[in-house]
């Protein structure tokens, strides 16, 4: 079905909610594809959908209705331990909040995935260092996130994000909590990072940080628009 | 992946180091009770029934009441018992006590027992220093007796009594003999002994016939039976009862014979089930602990909501979360369980020091408190862990 550099692929995704006696419906029939080595922006008002969208492609929640492929896997055919695998593997997850792990350090940090997905303790200390080295961060390894500034602590989130050398690094609003100085560094790490060749995913309200993708969507109202 | 577990838990209980030890503080009380609980109720019973099984083992004791024609047991009748099968020997026993008198000291109601030889052969133990009651001074009814050591402190202090003499009830007796400071010849004393209290009464030892003849008793009333081989126990109990239902004429109720290796033994199971009921109290306190564990295991994992979602989206399966989990109450509860273990045998080796007993570590109580301990992590974590495995990772990770 999905051709061999659609890694990414969405016909008819619906998704409702019970509230009450209404049956509310965020997401009304999406269709998306994503080719390996795109940078599209999923750009919406708060309210439009975009974070149910996130969730439905980061495979953490399920489509109430449609087809959802990724990497040429059927997701809907999978149960929760599969999709604790896809996560770890073809997922590279990056937050609004950082969401880094306080009591670790740096490194750390970045190991976590590398432990979910099984791999040896020194394995994961080179890659982790790797990835922190990747993203500028040789010389603060060691240091807790309470000790690095909030651009700091989301390039370590990119370097966990990227550690598992996932098929898409999906960001939900990766600039939200930066001013934007350090907001733009931030980007320019993703349009390098998309340089590379990594496949990205963002998820934004900023019509200025959409930008920075090579190709927008729109959804509005649960309705996806392309431009 | 189980290294991984324990390595997280390990850093999550250091890191809430003071509630980590409040909550593990339930299981340290509970195991250190149910430890030395166990270790001091096991020491101070082997202790009792070691000195008791001393004293009783082989030993039929019969206590004749007699009928109103017949008092109690004559010589005849004590022939007839030494007749049966399988007994070694026979004992007969007259107390009485009376004032001592050695020049113008005094000491009222000592205890003054009348035995024969064959009580003295069948303590072997129990001369310490002098010599014992021999089968002469029975039948020429000499007048020797044997003192225990607390009549000699009073009555000879700082003296060797042996050879020297005192009165019992006007009558003059020479003491040959001593009884052993470390043994004791009933058991009332023995147990008195094992919890450590000090009896200091004093008790002279005469033969029967001068006792008899002293108090004017012309029958036995009481006597102990020695058993060649205890496994027959009750066969020869029954000859005894058949030998003693003719001497009183199958009078009920004239005499009763008490068995004490069948005393031994229900003393035991009482024992037994005393410590059973004390390490049930015991593990309500560990049930106590075990709550506040699980208690404390839900609030983590509330607190920790966030945490979870984003493992999850890092790509943790619902096992790896439960794992963590489990692991960490595991660690807090036998982490408590080891705790208490070390208090447990601390307190107990402090008292079972002060009773004046053997101290020994039970294997039974180590195995149970470690046992305890892990199976309440298990058990009380079990739910927290499950709850967490399955938080839904959006609704983990909305609640920021």
New interface residues.
């Given amino acids: 079905m999905a051709k061999e550099a659609e890694i990414l692929t969405m016909r008819g995704i619906v998704k409702s909610y019970q509230m009450g006696d209404e049956l509310q419906v965020i997401l009304k029939g999406i269709n998306l594809s994503v080719q390996r080595g795109e940078f599209i922006s999923i750009l919406g008002p708060s309210g439009s959908g975009k974070s149910t969208m996130m969730n439905i492609i980061g495979c953490l929640d399920s489509p109430s209705d449609g087809e959802y492929w990724l990497s040429g896997k059927r997701i809907a055919d999978m149960n929760d331990k599969e999709l604790a695998k896809i996560r770890g593997r073809e997922i590279g997850f990056v937050f609004q909040q950082f969401q880094l792990l306080p009591r670790l350090t740096a490194v750390q940090n970045v190991e976590l995935p590398l432990i979910y997905a099984g791999v040896s303790q020194a394995e994961r200390n080179k890659k982790a260092l790797e990835m922190l080295d990747r993203v500028g961060l040789t010389n603060k390894i060691r240091n807790y996130p309470n000790q690095l500034s909030g651009g700091q602590q989301q390039r370590v989130a990119i370097a966990r994000a990227l550690v598992n050398n996932p098929t898409i690094l999906l960001a939900d609003e990766p600039t939200g909590a930066l001013d934007q100085n350090t907001g733009e560094q931030v980007m320019g790490l993703f349009r390098e990072l998309h340089a590379e060749g990594r496949t990205i995913v963002m998820i934004t309200h900023d019509h200025n940080i959409a930008k920075n993708a090579s190709r927008i969507v729109q959804i509005l109202d649960g309705n996806l628009t392309e431009g | 992946?189980i290294k991984?577990s324990i390595k997280m838990s390990w850093?999550?209980i250091i890191?809430n180091r003071m509630r980590s030890f409040l909550t593990a503080l339930g299981i340290v009380i509970g195991v250190m009770a149910i430890i030395s609980l166990i270790t001091i109720v096991q020491a101070a019973t082997s202790s009792v029934t070691s000195q008791f099984s001393e004293l009783g083992a082989g030993k039929l004791v019969v206590s004749a009441l007699g009928t109103p024609l017949k008092k109690g047991l004559t010589d005849n009748d004590v022939k007839g018992l030494l007749e049966i099968d399988g007994i070694r020997g026979v004992s007969p026993t007259l107390n009485f006590s009376t004032d001592v008198v050695r020049n113008l000291m005094v000491e009222e109601n000592v205890t003054v027992e009348g035995r024969n030889e064959m009580y003295f052969t069948e303590n072997p133990k129990l001369i310490g220093r002098g010599r014992p009651l021999s089968l002469i001074d029975m039948e020429s009814k000499n007048r020797v007796c044997v003192i225990n050591p607390d009549l000699q402190e009073i009555i000879f202090p700082g003296e060797d009594p042996l050879g020297k003499t005192l009165k019992l009830k006007g009558i003059t007796f020479t003491v040959v003999g001593v009884i052993d400071d470390e043994v004791t010849t009933d058991i009332v004393s023995a147990i008195q002994k094992s919890q450590g209290r000090d009896v200091s009464e004093g008790k002279a030892i005469i033969p029967y016939q001068t006792a008899m003849s002293m108090t004017g008793a012309n029958s036995i009333t009481s006597l102990e039976i020695f058993v060649v081989d205890t496994t027959r126990n009750a066969e020869v109990k029954a000859d005894t009862e058949r030998v003693l239902n003719q001497a009183f004429n199958y009078k009920e109720d004239s005499f009763s014979i008490l068995d004490m290796d069948s005393l031994l033994d229900s003393m035991n199971t009482m024992l037994g089930m005393m410590t059973a009921m004390l390490v049930g109290i015991a593990s309500i306190a560990l049930l106590v602990g075990g709550i506040g564990i699980m208690n404390m295991m839900l609030v983590s994992v509330t607190e920790r909501t966030?945490?979870i979602g984003?493992?999850?989206?890092?790509?943790?399966?619902?096992?790896?979360i439960q794992m963590q989990f489990l692991a960490e109450s595991i660690f807090l509860s036998v982490l408590g369980g080891l705790i208490g273990m070390l208090l447990g045998l601390l307190l107990s080796a402090v008292v079972i020091n002060a009773l004046d007993v053997d101290f020994a570590i039970s294997m039974t109580a180590i195995g149970l408190g470690f046992g305890f301990s892990a199976a309440v992590g298990i058990i009380f974590g079990w739910a927290p862990a499950r709850k967490a495995s399955l938080l839904n990772?959006?609704d983990a990770?909305r609640s920021?």
């Fill in positions: 992946m991984e850093q999550n890191h966030t945490e984003l493992r999850k989206a890092l790509g943790a399966e619902p096992k790896q990772p959006i990770l920021v």
